[in-house]
């Protein structure tokens, strides 16, 4: 891996000249020429009579999967100069473009699922089973089933095309207001205005007067921007009622549930072992309160370091670390990981202006992905790192598959991410030099476990309540941030002396619509992810082979048809969840333990 390594990512091997590309421009007018074509073609098309009528809309589902990984290339392209620069006017610009052409596509591909639903069921089976289409059975299949629970195409396109400047334009004005916050640090650099993201950074300080300051003018900061924000989300939860209630569906978890490929009964079994599991968080929580000095925690206290501080970690050398415990677990990821450093796929620059929070992308007409965070040399940025580079793997094991094949679900691409996050963090344990370095590094661990656990689990809870309220009417910020802090007192068990009222206002994922219900896929993943480290653990070298054919299949199953698959599992049973927080539990066991005199 070459040294020093680059501290902003290249996109100008995607697209040369940023948000003022020639190329791109050319790329957005050839996708929108082929989607019209497209348009034309599905127009045009009637449900097949027969198996041989079948055959002529080859080219169709060929153009579509063509357009949907180029829409899918763009999109993402636009997304990463926004979120590199958020005053980079051409990059909202392209994004409203790519915007426009998205609901063009979905409107189209909404008339072809409709030839779908329309097909017969023997006509069906028949054409399932020609061997050039067979390979896309799965993702066609749920196409068919989820066209026969929604409007007539017809309003389906028009809601699609409402939502470009209605439901998609309020997410894109939750970018705007993030990109004017503005809060004050005075620090070694003298005083000076933090954007959004580098202030993120400083809430896990290891010194308790930085977090509390900036936590407290954090708060101030979104509780100003509190009104913008209630608007926008209450406006997005409008919208996505009001399309559910077109479509007669009365669960505002029913869509996240079928975009996750999962079904109810899985993810409450999941809830209910991580309630029972919550006892034990909470007796590390209160020793964590102990060893900090304190009577009990705050909000800004749940993330702090406990134990030998290494101090900042040089970008390099956690890239190093990285490579080299994947590599414990499979060469294959650890080769991918160096490619990814060294091919400058990563953005991880600690400077004004950029978005907060970290991401990974990949772009399907190039076959390369991109990371973006800021990184300031915490060993969270070292786990959020990790993070990334799981997605990355993940995309890459599908490269090769057909672009329909390619689309997985949120949960199991946490899956992936939050993998190779435990292969770091288990290794940096064992590896540990002294009891008080393996304290720091377990702690780090378990974060983990409260993040999904709780945090997670009181976005769940909001967000589940803040949509039933919504039903009533408009939802005021202070009713907002009172749903928050009730939420995260459950979720928590009522063990922090101080919560986070405007959390909804910070916190990106609420806004997010491409997935709605952005929080629980992420306590699936890590839940998944530790109960499949748990077997590797069990089944040592051989488990790697096994991981990749998992995650190569995650495009074309439900994730209990997958588990089922490759593990031998039933999900809706407490099993496989409870095995997983057994896991963790014993990290909190062996917490207790080391730190049972310094309390």
């Known amino acids: 891996m070459k040294q020093p390594l680059s501290?902003?990512?290249?996109?100008?091997?995607?697209?040369?000249?940023?948000?003022?590309?020639?190329?791109?421009?050319?790329?957005?007018?050839?996708?929108?020429?082929?989607?019209?074509?497209?348009?034309?073609?599905?127009?045009?098309?009637?449900?097949?009579?027969?198996?041989?009528?079948?055959?002529?809309?080859?080219?169709?589902?060929?153009?579509?999967?063509?357009?949907?990984?180029?829409?899918?290339?763009?999109?993402?392209?636009?997304g990463c100069l926004g979120a590199q620069n958020q005053q980079d006017k051409g990059a909202v610009r392209l994004s409203s473009k790519v915007a426009g052409l998205r609901a063009g596509f979905e409107g189209v591909s909404?008339?072809?699922?409709?030839?779908?639903?329309?097909?017969?069921?023997?006509?069906?089976?028949?054409?399932?089973?020609?061997?050039?289409?067979?390979?896309?059975?799965?993702?066609?299949?749920?196409?068919?089933?989820?066209?026969?629970?929604?409007?007539?195409?017809?309003?389906?396109?028009?809601?699609?095309?409402?939502?470009?400047?209605?439901?998609?334009?309020?997410?894109?004005?939750?970018?705007?207001?993030?990109?004017?916050?503005?809060?004050?640090?005075?620090?070694?650099?003298?005083?000076?205005?933090?954007?959004?993201?580098?202030?993120?950074?400083?809430?896990?300080?290891?010194?308790?007067?930085?977090?509390?300051?900036?936590?407290?003018?954090?708060?101030?900061?979104?509780?100003?921007?509190?009104?913008?924000?209630?608007?926008?989300?209450?406006?997005?939860?409008g919208f996505r009622l009001n399309l559910y209630k077109g479509r007669g569906w009365e669960d505002v978890v029913k869509e996240p549930l079928a975009i996750n490929r999962m079904s109810r009964a899985s993810l409450d079994t999941m809830w209910d072992v991580i309630t029972k599991a919550k006892p034990a968080l909470v007796s590390y929580l209160s020793r964590k309160a102990k060893l900090l000095g304190l009577e009990s925690l705050a909000w800004v206290d749940v993330e702090a370091p406990v134990g030998k501080s290494t101090g900042k970690i040089p970008y390099d050398t956690a890239a190093k670390d990285i490579v080299a415990q994947f590599r414990n677990f499979s060469p294959k990821l650890a080769d991918f990981a160096e490619r990814a450093f060294d091919s400058n796929w990563i953005e991880v620059e600690d400077r004004p202006g950029k978005r907060p929070g970290g991401f990974c992308v990949s772009f399907p007409e190039s076959k390369e992905s991109r990371i973006f965070m800021t990184y300031s040399g915490t060993p969270s940025n070292v786990s959020t790192l990790a993070h990334e580079l799981g997605h990355a793997y993940h995309s890459y094991l599908l490269e090769d598959l057909p672009v329909f094949n390619q689309n997985y679900a949120m949960n199991v691409a946490e899956t992936a991410s939050t993998f190779a996050e435990v292969i770091v963090a288990d290794a940096q344990v064992k590896a540990a030099a002294s009891n008080e370095e393996k304290i720091a590094l377990l702690e780090a661990k378990i974060q983990n476990s409260v993040a999904f656990f709780m945090n997670i689990h009181a976005r769940f809870l909001f967000e589940t309540r803040f949509y039933e309220k919504r039903k009533q009417g408009l939802v005021n910020a202070e009713e907002l941030s009172a749903l928050m802090v009730e939420a995260?007192?459950?979720?928590?068990?009522?063990?922090?002396?101080?919560?986070?009222?405007?959390?909804?206002?910070?916190?990106?994922?609420?806004?997010?619509?491409?997935?709605?219900?952005?929080?629980?896929?992420?306590?699936v993943g890590y839940m998944f992810s530790t109960g499949l480290y748990r077997i590797a653990l069990q089944e040592g070298t051989s488990f790697a082979d096994k991981y990749d054919s998992l995650l190569r299949d995650t495009g074309i199953m439900t994730l209990e048809e997958l588990v089922q698959r490759h593990l031998g599992v039933d999900l809706t049973q407490p099993d496989f969840w409870q095995g997983a927080a057994d896991l963790i539990i014993a990290d909190i066991n062996e917490f207790l333990k080391l730190t049972e005199h310094s309390a």
């Not at 791109?24 to 009579?49: M, N, R, W, Y």
């Not at 059975?137 to 749920?142: A, D, G, H, R």
């Not at 009222?501 to 491409?514: E, G, N, V």
Request: hydrophobic residues 40%; contains cysteine; negative net charge.
């Open 110 to 237: 909404s008339k072809f699922d409709d030839v779908l639903r329309q097909t017969s069921d023997e006509v069906w089976q028949e054409w399932m089973a020609r061997p050039e289409i067979a390979p896309l059975k799965f993702v066609l299949s749920e196409s068919r089933d989820l066209a026969r629970e929604k409007m007539s195409p017809e309003l389906e396109s028009f809601a699609l095309t409402l939502a470009v400047d209605g439901y998609h334009g309020w997410s894109e004005h939750y970018e705007t207001i993030v990109g004017s916050i503005q809060i004050p640090c005075e620090d070694e650099e003298g005083t000076r205005m933090l954007s959004a993201g580098q202030a993120f950074n400083k809430l896990d300080d290891p010194d308790p007067k930085v977090r509390e300051a900036m936590f407290h003018k954090w708060e101030e900061a979104w509780g100003s921007a509190a009104d913008y924000c209630a608007d926008t989300l209450n406006h997005l939860a």
């Open 7 to 78: 501290l902003t990512w290249d996109l100008d091997s995607i697209f040369p000249g940023g948000s003022a590309s020639a190329e791109f421009e050319h790329f957005l007018k050839q996708l929108e020429t082929d989607i019209g074509v497209l348009d034309q073609q599905v127009a045009a098309t009637a449900s097949p009579a027969n198996i041989e009528s079948t055959k002529q809309l080859d080219d169709v589902i060929a153009l579509l999967q063509s357009c949907s990984g180029r829409l899918v290339q763009a999109s993402e392209f636009a």
């Open 488 to 523: 995260q007192k459950e979720a928590f068990c009522g063990v922090l002396s101080e919560y986070h009222p405007h959390f909804w206002a910070s916190k990106l994922h609420f806004y997010i619509t491409d997935v709605p219900f952005y929080n629980f896929p992420y306590t």
